[in-house]
Structure formats: C-alpha cells, structure tokens
C-alpha cells in the first residue's frame, strides 16, 4: 500500500488540529505528497467533457437513447454536444451494430433530388426535447449519390461482424455539385425547423475518419468532398461553424500526413466549390488508448491516446494562422470500437467497472496538460460512447448505460461537470509525469494524481489511483492538504464523491445480484436506485487553520474521488 499525501495549496496552512481523519489500513506506507495551491491559476477549465457521440444514430429516438440523452443534459451546468454518424445514409431507420440510416435523400428515375426528412426530424427533434445540442457530422453517401469506384464491388450497406465501412455507403458522391446541394439543403431544413439563432451554435463536421477506410478515395477526392460540403453549409447559413477532418489518431504517420495535408489545402488552396478561400472554423481529429491483453488480464494503453494529443497539437500549433482554433477531439476513447463487446472481446469487459472511469480521469487532466504545453484552443474530449438499445445487461460495450442501468464511467463525468472556474497547480509525488505517461503509459507504479479548481467561494479536487493494468491493488493512503483558503475563511463545507467498488457503481450490485441478462423488474429497480454519483457520507464542516485544510483519504486502485470545497 503506498501514503499519498494530497496538498492543495492556495487555500491554507493547517495546524493539527484541523486535521480530519479517516481511519487508515494497519500497513499504510510511506506519505506521497499531492499540493494543490489554489492561489496558482493555470488557466480556464473548459467543459471538454461535454461532448458524446455514437455509430448508431437512430437509438436517439429509442426508449433509452431519449432517457440518457435527458440524463447527459441533466449532469452538465453548460450546453452538452452530441455527435452520431449515419445522419444523411440511406436506408429505414432500423439501427445495427455499426449502422443507422435517415433516407434523407434519394433520386427519382430523371436523376432528380427527392428529400423525405421524417427520420432526420425525429433525431433532431429528440435531441431538442432533451436540451442537447447536436454536431451535424456530414456523412455518410446516399445510396443514390454514392458513385462507383474502381476495384470495389461492396454492396451499399456490409453488415457487423464485416467490416461496415466497407460499402458503398463510404464511396465519393458521383456528383460533387449534388452532394454540396445536400449539404445546403439540410442545413436550410434545419435553419427553417430550428431556427437560425440556434443551428448557428451547432457545428458542422464533414464525415468521419477519412484517413482509413471510412472514405474510399483519395485526400484529394476528401478535400474536394470538405469543399463541396461547406460552400453548401454556408449557402444556407453563412456564419455556421464548419470544420474537419475528423482523421484518426495523428501518432499514425499516415493519419498525421492526412491532417497536414488538409491543413495545407486549407491555407494554400481556393475551394473547388466556389474559387473562394476555404472555410476552416475549427479542427478535429481523434485520439485513441490502445489496450492489450497480458497474463489474461488487460492492461490499457493510454499512452497511445496521448501520443495522438500530443502530435496533433504540436502540428496544429506550427500554423500560426490555424493555432487559436479550437480542437475538437471528436473522438477521445481508451480505444476503437465502441459496438464490440466483451463477447466479441473478452478485454473490453473492463468497460463495466472502474478501470474505465479511473483511465478517464488519468487522460483528462492530461489533455489540459497537453493542450497548455502547445498553446492551443481544446474545446471538446468527445466520448464515443452512448447506449446499445435491448442488449444483455452489462454486454461490455463501450457505453454509459445498459438498458437503462448508469455505468459507473457515466459518474466521472457527472464528477467533471460539478468542477468549475479556474483550473489551479494540483502537484503530486506519485504522479506519473507527462513525459514518461506519453513515453511508457503507467505501468509498474501507479498514477495517484489529482486535478483542481477554484471559483469564487468554492474549490474542487479530483482525485485518481490509476494504473494501466487492470489488476493493480495499490491502495493509496492519502493525505490531502488543500492550502491557501482565503484568510477570513475559518471553516469549509466538505463533501466527497466516488467511483469506486463500492460507491456509484451498478456493475458490482449487478453481480451481486447473478449478472442477469436481463434484470427482473425489481431487480432494475434496485439498480436503478444507484444510478448516479454517491457521496463518501454527509457533507460536513472542518476547520481551516491559517488558510490550510488537511484530510486523510484512503483511495482503492482503478478509483476517482471528487472533494468539493465550500465556504
């Protein structure tokens, strides 16, 4: 077991006689060190965790697509962005694995557009009763427009366990003037259904991942598709928010020359549109953890999300014109594919539990951390990560509920929203440094870390006893020092959150219970009686001694607590 000891700086020196204690397991080790000094900014703590996405557009209007969506609405004090694929491709509206449809848009025998908006206005229309906002992802082909390309012979749409992108759902449009006139006409739809004040704040991103195989053509033939795509946004709504390329992760070097080269066309060249200058109001890509299995157990791999940050920040930030645009991680996981269960894959059983969440927060603070090294404008860690409608219970998807049943993962980010103001120096001992996490990941000790806030009668602390392998034990015996209080503060309401076995946890009491696939009525129940974030006890008042406060936290591996400050 290892002592960590968590000071948080800026607030106040304590004497010991306001010290409040826990009482600590018989063979705590040697103190680790963690200060947060609230009267060190280091700059604004932006609501990146705001942001979700998903392949399966069409559970937006499902019975628990529509109960999360309320629920992401509900966590966050701030607007919460939901990006899902499959908005303009064609087909019923019946979701799979891997695929959703709208039949937006089809031909008739003259070649002419025919538009039916009934399933597209259903998945806006839910999303505006829920109070989220959407990001319109343009992509994927109509049926109607997709053209043929050489060498492939793929139907229109490959069902999972094959390769989904594979179809001709992913080829060109056989005409790029029709498909910038798609373009335009959705986002007329959208403007005349919505309202202009509101679709202004939505933004616009041209496709998915075209990098790989998601986009059967060249860069070229993408940059032409971003061209065609935003002249025709912009037709409709000038001012709108446009922006690419949503390529995978920039550690690839052919994801990285994917993105350079976007990036040059946008400076360098006119639009093939419209000969103009080419619209580029913010960047995105994605970056993704890249686990393994080891001895039978998995180990995570977050420093392959890492590296992905950290390189496509420093690429970003050598365009002095293109470097205060806000990034867009469109897609920030602990890895790929969001619709392969634990069935599919046994390691992605740790989906379920806290390893999840516990990585979540160990990437979070370093995305700030990556993000103030390069000077650059991160706006959004979009979690690809939504719900998989009438599946087993806890099938170890990548999701926040299952069948309506919170995941513990969907707590840290309740945890996240209830931080605000200014992020503050939150140093630890035992932390692993950004260098070696981009270098190694953590492996061997883990990372006991925190990340801090400070408003204006009030602070946060997050706290995090990570590893990457999933097996770690080490319990972290911390003891927390939140220094620098304002002077005339004498006593401060405590209250703790966690994450761990025991707390904000429905996967342990579904086992408890004899992992049913489907959970009894009352069996539900008793699950959904947890949902939520759960407190360490009451909130209770301690004593502040010459502007410091001293806590003794005992943190279990794979956990996350939340303290939250108030006076």
């Known amino acids: 077991m290892r002592w960590v000891s968590c000071v948080v700086a800026g607030l106040f020196a304590i004497a010991p006689s306001a010290v409040a204690h826990r009482t600590l397991p018989a063979d705590t080790a040697q103190p680790v060190n963690i200060t947060v000094n609230l009267d060190q900014a280091i700059g604004a703590y932006k609501p990146i965790y705001a942001w979700f996405g998903y392949d399966e557009s069409n559970?937006?209007?499902?019975?628990?697509?529509?109960?999360?969506?309320?629920?992401?609405?509900?966590?966050?004090?701030v607007p919460v962005t939901i990006r899902a694929h499959h908005l303009l491709t064609s087909g019923s509206g019946v979701p799979e694995l891997k695929w959703s449809s709208t039949g937006v848009y089809s031909e008739d025998e003259h070649g002419?557009?025919?538009?039916?908006?009934?399933?597209?206005?259903?998945?806006?229309?839910?999303?505006?009763?829920?109070?989220?906002?959407?990001?319109?992802?343009?992509?994927?082909?109509?049926k109607d427009l997709a053209a043929d390309v050489p060498g492939r012979s793929e139907a229109y749409q490959v069902h999972y366990p094959a390769s989904t992108i594979s179809g001709r759902s992913n080829n060109p449009p056989k005409d790029y003037v029709k498909w910038g006139e798609l373009c335009r006409t959705v986002t007329e739809h959208l403007v005349q259904r919505y309202g202009r004040d509101t679709v202004q704040q939505w933004y616009f991103e041209v496709w998915n991942e075209p990098d790989i195989d998601y986009w059967h053509g060249s860069p070229q033939d993408y940059f032409k598709l971003y061209d065609y795509a935003v002249a025709g946004v912009r037709a409709a709504l000038p001012n709108a928010i446009v922006g690419g390329p949503a390529t995978t992760g920039p550690r690839s070097d052919e994801a990285y020359a994917f993105l350079k080269g976007f990036l040059d066309h946008v400076r360098d060249d006119r639009s093939a549109a419209d000969g103009k200058t080419i619209p580029l109001q913010f960047i995105s890509f994605h970056a993704k953890g890249q686990p393994v299995i080891q001895n039978g157990e998995v180990t995570m791999g977050i420093r392959s999300e890492l590296r992905d940050v950290d390189r496509g920040f420093s690429l970003i930030a050598s365009y002095p014109q293109f470097k205060a645009l806000p990034i867009i991680l469109s897609e920030a996981d602990p890895e790929g594919c969001a619709a392969c269960s634990s069935k599919v894959n046994p390691a992605n059983n740790y989906r379920n539990g806290t390893l999840y969440p516990a990585y979540t927060a160990a990437a979070y603070k370093r995305l700030f951390d990556l993000a103030d090294k390069h000077g650059v404008n991160l706006i959004s860690m979009l979690s690809w990560s939504f719900e998989f409608e009438n599946r087993d219970s806890f099938e170890g998807f990548r999701d926040l509920s299952t069948n309506g049943v919170d995941k513990p993962i969907l707590n840290f980010f309740r945890m996240a929203a209830k931080m605000s103001g200014t992020r503050v120096s939150a140093t630890s001992s035992a932390e692993v440094a950004l260098d070696k996490a981009l270098a190694d990941g953590v492996r061997g000790n883990s990372d006991i870390a925190a990340m801090a806030t400070r408003d204006s009668h009030s602070a946060a602390t997050m706290l995090w006893n990570y590893n990457d392998a999933a097996a770690s034990t080490t319990t972290a015996s911390i003891q927390l020092t939140i220094a620098q209080l304002p002077s005339a503060v004498h006593a401060v309401r405590v209250t703790e959150y966690r994450i761990d076995s025991t707390h904000s946890n429905a996967y342990t009491v579904w086992q408890q219970l004899g992992s049913p696939a489907y959970p009894t009525p009352d069996q539900l129940r008793k699950l959904k009686s947890i949902d939520g974030l759960q407190s360490m006890g009451p909130a209770h008042r301690v004593a502040v001694k010459n502007a410091t406060l001293t806590m003794n936290v005992s943190l279990p591996a794979q956990s996350v607590s939340l303290f939250l400050f108030d006076w």
Do not use: W
């Not at 559970?59 to 004090?77: I, N, Q, V, Y």
């Open 59 to 77: 559970f937006t209007t499902m019975h628990d697509g529509r109960a999360l969506m309320k629920e992401l609405h509900d966590l966050s004090p």
């Open 112 to 142: 002419k557009p025919v538009y039916n908006f009934t399933l597209l206005d259903g998945i806006f229309d839910a999303y505006r009763d829920a109070g989220v906002r959407p990001m319109v992802e343009l992509g994927f082909m109509p």
